[in-house]
């Protein structure tokens, strides 16, 4: 199976090393790793855990809580999209789940990238949370046939979903869906199409059931598998191969 949101340059791994966490989640069936840009400043942690580990991709982008008041630089990110290791662009989207970051930089940067990967021919990673219309009215704007992505750790209704797969867009199941209060997500994730969906851990958040409460690591990817699997009524070894091949059609510059 296919990690396909990973910060495994932020992971809080105590006494542990990278290699460790990496080597677990191998020994747990995980053959590739998409490790996500949040910021423009350290967009280079990500790039550099892809430099150091053949089976670790990148991406860069401005996560939207992770603003300051100026736009990003769009060369700067042309430039750092240009890496060998550099699969998408993103995190971007809107989070309007706190009041305080301003939707105005968010929405702008959002387009932003959403035209530069349109440029580069790159997918995009969305996060979206509380902002189902603005970030639908943005995609059908911005986005083509061509120049789609991936909703990334899913959590909106079945309209939403359903809107964005109109559009050719994929949808990626994190271990939220392993949560007792979470059933309208496990009916989201039974309905998308076999070939449209992902799966992740968001790790270092998110830590699916039975790991609630620790810090989560891509180890724990077979959670979210098998939680999704059932939902489906399919083997998660079956699951494992169409995420991973809906990964590769999503991110082909990824080397797997
Ligand atoms: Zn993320």
Known sequence: MIDSHCHLDRLELGEGSLDDSLYQARAAGVRHFLCIGVNLDTAMDPIAVAEQHPDVSASVGVHPLYHTDQLPDPNK?????????????GETGLDYFKQDNDPTIQKAAFEMHLDLAKELSLPTIVHTRGAVEDTLAIMRERACADAVGVLHCFTEAWHMAEAALDMGWYISISGIVTFRNAQALRDVAARVPTDR????TDSPWLAPVPHRGQSNEPKYLPAVLDCVAQQR???????????????????PQAQL
């Open 233 to 251: 009524g399919v083997l998660p070894g079956e699951l494992a191969q169409q995420t991973s091949s809906n990964f590769a059609r999503l991110f």
């Open 77 to 89: 990110i042309r430039e750092l999209a240009a890496h060998p290791k550099v699969v998408a662009l």
């Open 197 to 200: 969906l992902l799966i992740e």
